[in-house]
């Protein structure tokens, strides 16, 4: 069992930067690949970003590529997304889940084994 918590998130204006932290414990957070998912109001949660175990495979959807970076520091047992050039669009709560299969990474939410409670961010214009 994994429990991740999420911190960071707040509300910024258009073109400011947020970093979202996730700390893990409970097992050895490098067995893990990471994720981050987003869901704003009225829509479906939707793929951010996955990072491998050792950090050396990352992945981005198209709206947030160049803008956001997922990185992880396995010796504090931590995922974070710096995001900058914010858009109003980046509006949600983020969450960040972690898969069991630390080697592959994977944009499918089904494919996370565990969850976090999620982060609200805000993006005013």
């Known amino acids: 069992q994994v429990q991740l918590v999420e911190s960071g998130g707040g509300l910024v204006q258009a073109g400011g930067s947020l970093r979202l932290s996730c700390a893990a414990s409970?097992?050895?957070?490098?067995?893990?690949?990471m994720g981050w998912f987003r869901q704003a109001p009225g829509k479906a949660r939707e793929f951010v970003a996955t990072?491998?175990?050792?950090?050396?495979?990352?992945y981005y959807a198209d709206s947030v590529k160049g803008r956001f970076t997922i990185s992880r520091d396995n010796a504090k047992n931590t995922v974070y997304l710096q995001m900058n050039s914010l858009k109003p669009e980046d509006t949600a709560v983020y969450y960040c889940?972690?898969?069991?299969?630390?080697?592959?990474?994977?944009?499918?939410?089904?494919?996370?084994?565990?969850w976090g409670q999620g982060t609200q961010v805000t993006v005013s214009s």
């Open positions: 889940a972690a898969r069991r299969r630390p080697f592959t990474i994977s944009t499918l939410q089904s494919d996370y084994d565990y």
């Open positions: 409970g097992r050895t957070f490098s067995n893990y690949a």
């Open positions: 990072i491998n175990w050792s950090g050396g495979i990352t």
